[in-house]
């Protein structure tokens, strides 16, 4: 199993940045593929980004894709994603997740582990 805990959340006017990070413990960090998701209230939880293993492959929502990145430090056993251009409809609650799946580089769906979450509110 991993165990995850996300942290950087907070107030920010629109425009802004902020800057996530995710850090991992348990297993070895690299098995898996990480993700990031986001849920507002009242809406479902919806995927935000992901990176592969080896973090040389990525995969964005189109709502975020040219102002989020996503990036990993297996070193570390962490991963990040920076936000930048925040728009209040970014405002939610931000989790990692991680997922051993085989047979893909990327993926959106069938995360095993998640975090508790940090909340990230982007006022106009």
């Known amino acids: 199993q991993v165990q995850l805990v996300e942290s950087g959340g907070g107030l920010v006017q629109a425009g802004g940045s902020l800057r996530l990070s995710c850090a991992a413990s348990?297993?070895?960090?690299?098995?898996?593929?990480m993700g990031w998701f986001r849920q507002a209230p009242g809406n479902e939880r919806e995927f935000v980004a992901a990176i592969s293993r080896s973090g040389g492959s990525t995969d964005y929502a189109d709502s975020v894709k040219g102002r989020f990145t996503i990036s990993r430090d297996n070193a570390k056993s962490t991963v990040y994603l920076q936000m930048n251009s925040l728009k209040p409809e970014d405002t939610a609650v931000y989790s990692c997740?991680?997922?051993?799946?085989?047979?893909?580089?990327?993926?959106?769906?069938?995360?095993?582990?998640w975090g508790q979450g940090t909340q990230v509110t982007v006022s106009s």
């Open positions: 348990g297993r070895t960090f690299s098995r898996y593929i």
């Open positions: 997740a991680a997922t051993a799946v085989s047979g893909v580089v990327v993926t959106r769906r069938n995360y095993d582990y």
